[in-house]
Each structure stands twice: as C-alpha cells, then as structure tokens.
C-alpha cells in the first residue's frame, strides 16, 4: 500500500523505519508537527520522525494545523491508501480522515479501552498496572475511540520509568503496526469495536500534577516519581526552590520503595542525611532519595547535593 505516515517524537521513529524497511508498502510522505524551539538557543529543530523521513528521500509535510487547506490539497495529490498514525500530537479533522481509502490507523500505547489519551504510559505507571500493552486502531472522531484491529501486551516492571516502558512499547509495537497494514492490505483483518466496560482516560501530564505530596504513602510517592520520568520529571521544593526527583529507593529493599530495618522514622517530607545515604519521610515510612537536580544544574546524587547544600537538622523537602 502506498502510506503517509503520521508521527513526531523518537517513540515514533520504531515504526516508521519498520514501514519503511516493508518490502510490501511504500511510504510516499511523512506528517509531522512543525519544527520547535530547543536546547540553551532554543533554535528550531525538526521533530525526530521529519529528520528520519528526511534521511530516507520522503517527503515531509508540517502543517500548522491538520485542518489547513494547503495540507489538505497535497494529501489528496499524493492519494495514499492508508495512513498509520503514532504519537502525531494533533487531532485530525473529518476532511483528513475522509482522505485515505482505507483510513487512519493509529498505534496507541494501551490495551483499549483503558487509558485513552495523551499519555496512556505514563497513567498506566501512575496507577500501578501490572499489565499494558499497544493497540492499533482506526481513527473515527471520538478520542481514542475507534474499532481495534490488533493488541500485544507488555508487562509493567516494578521498577519501569515511564521512558523504560514506552521504549519497549515502541518496538513491540512497531511489528504490529506493520503486521496490522499487511492484514489490512491482505483483506484479513477487520477491526473489532471497543468494550463499552474498562474506559478509562489518560490526559497529559502537566508539570503542576508532578509535584510530589510528601504525605502519601511511600508506593504512591515511587509511583509518581517513576511515571513523571523522564517527563514532565517529578519535583518538590527546598528552601523554596525548585528540585527535580529523578528517583527513589531503598538499598536492599524488595521493590524500590520497601522497608529497611534501619530506615529513620520521619515525618511526611522531613529529611535525614548519613554519610551516604539521604532519606525522606512520606505518609507511610520513609524513602531513600537517590538522584536529583537541583534548578540550574545537572543531575546528581543525592547524597552528594546533601553534602553541598548542607541540610540542617529538621529541615524538610516540600515547605
């Protein structure tokens, strides 16, 4: 089939290079978001899918909005017979969708219906699954909302990030979205609709929702940490700065958040520094904290920040 790809992040790039390498499909046009500012100079950058595409010979289509006539006008020239979707970052209007002669399929980090939305990852280590996994859908107008052609699942790891996790969902997830455009050319596979029961929605993380709340307890304080890495990264306050909280643990526990004989008890936020560990009180027992990065600098250890900024006795993260 002839493709044009849609995507914009390096989660996105699995995919397009598993359509590319097809010997059944050719990949005629990639779709991205425009490029945006970044880095110190904040200079424009292509989006890892445009610099990819570009590397291939493909052409590159970086409409401001989906909606635009001139995008429009060029995706009926190019006439493609199906567009797979992943992480494009904008919601496509109807006259898009009526496009293609055999839709848009997305490929969704989440076992439809659960977590639909912006950042299916991120929620679904939020909340403590033990299970995940991708799906590929048709696009209808509804969020996320389309009948299923395929699913794989992935098993959540007691210490998976949310990065840790989407990586290995995007190269799973790659040979299903290739496996889904071959039975789709093939004429063997129909897409299912979704349960009705098990919806539940995944709205982006907003840097507000990351800041940790030293008096819940520990697993949700682990949990929070983990799934707002690496974005939009967990933080707390000290002396009424900023403070990044890339991880926490506990040496020698089972888990990263499990019980040390010898942990000190504090209160919610309180912190205790040993000559090479420093701990923090949540709203059960308290938490090793092992790496930061205090607002200016680049990550460390925390027990190195301890030293340098010299914690006094009964001071607390979070005040």
Request: aromatic content about 4%; some cysteine; charged content about 25%.
């Amino acid at each position: 089939m002839r493709l044009v790809f849609a995507g914009t992040p390096e989660v996105a790039v699995p995919a397009l290079d598993a359509l590319i390498n097809s010997d059944r499909h050719e990949v005629v046009a990639v779709v991205t978001r425009p490029d945006a500012p970044a880095g110190r100079g904040r200079r424009l950058v292509s989006s890892p899918v445009a610099q990819r595409a570009e590397e291939a010979g493909i052409e590159v289509l970086k409409p401001l909005k989906p909606r635009d006539e001139d995008f429009l006008a060029r995706l009926r020239e190019i006439g493609p017979d199906c567009c797979p979707v992943v992480a494009y970052g904008a919601l496509l209007p109807k006259g898009a969708l009526e496009i293609p002669a055999r839709g848009w399929v997305n490929l969704h980090f989440s076992l439809l219906p659960a977590w639909r939305g912006a950042a299916p990852v991120q929620h679904a280590v939020l909340a403590g699954d033990e299970m995940t996994g991708a799906s590929t859908f048709l696009i209808e107008e509804g969020l996320d909302s389309g009948p299923v052609f395929g699913v794989l699942t992935e098993g959540v790891r007691p210490t998976d990030t949310s990065g840790d996790l989407l990586t290995r969902l995007a190269f799973a997830g790659s040979g299903l979205l290739l496996a889904t455009m071959d039975g789709i050319e093939d004429g063997t596979l129909r897409p299912v609709a979704q349960p009705e029961e098990g919806v539940s929605l995944a709205p982006k993380i907003r840097v507000e929702d990351a800041q940790v709340d030293w008096k819940t307890p520990a697993l949700r304080v682990d949990r929070l940490v983990r799934g707002c890495a690496p974005a939009p990264g967990s933080w707390t306050l000290f002396r009424g700065e900023r403070l990044k909280v890339m991880s926490v643990g506990s040496a020698g526990s089972v888990g990263s958040v499990g019980l040390v004989a010898d942990r000190p008890e504090l209160a919610a936020g309180e912190l205790s520094v040993t000559k090479n560990a420093v701990y923090v009180g949540t709203g059960s027992h308290a938490v090793e904290l092992l790496w930061v990065q205090p607002q200016g600098k680049k990550p460390m250890r925390a027990a190195d920040w301890a030293r340098g900024v010299r914690i006094a006795s009964g001071e607390a993260l979070g005040a």
